[in-house]
Each structure stands twice: as structure tokens, then as C-alpha cells.
């Protein structure tokens, strides 16, 4: 909601992940999110806030 405040007893998840059902759609424009056998997974997330 814009302009909407937070009580005390809510928040906010910023939850980074593949698209659900993803494995089932090849052509959605993100990388391949089966992880095969020798393969490295590397993730970064990162979020900036600015408070006005």
C-alpha cells in the first residue's frame, strides 16, 4: 500500500526465490533452477533502504 504505515505486530518479507513452478516452464526468462550433481549453487541478495 502506498503511504501505509506498519503497526508494531507487522512486517514485511522480502524473500528472494525462483518463480513457483518454474522446472515446468523453460521458456520463463530466469536460470535454470534444477541444481544437477558437481554443480555449485552461489546466491546473493542484497537490499538498500532509504528511510524518508
Same mark, same amino acid.
Given at each position: 500500500?502506498? =503511504?501505509?504505515?506498519?503497526? @508494531?505486530?507487522?512486517? *514485511?518479507?522480502?524473500?528472494?526465490? &525462483? *518463480? %513457483? =513452478?518454474? %522446472?515446468?516452464? @523453460?521458456?520463463?526468462?530466469?536460470?535454470?533452477?534444477? *541444481?544437477? %550433481?558437481?554443480?555449485?549453487?552461489?546466491?546473493?541478495?542484497?537490499?538498500? &533502504?532509504?528511510?524518508?
Amino acid at each position: 500500500m502506498k =503511504d501505509a504505515e506498519y503497526r @508494531a505486530w507487522q512486517g *514485511l518479507a522480502l524473500e528472494s526465490e &525462483f *518463480l %513457483p =513452478d518454474s %522446472p515446468n516452464h @523453460a521458456e520463463w526468462p530466469q536460470p535454470d533452477c534444477i *541444481l544437477r %550433481p558437481g554443480e555449485e549453487y552461489v546466491s546473493v541478495t542484497e537490499y538498500h &533502504f532509504i528511510a524518508q
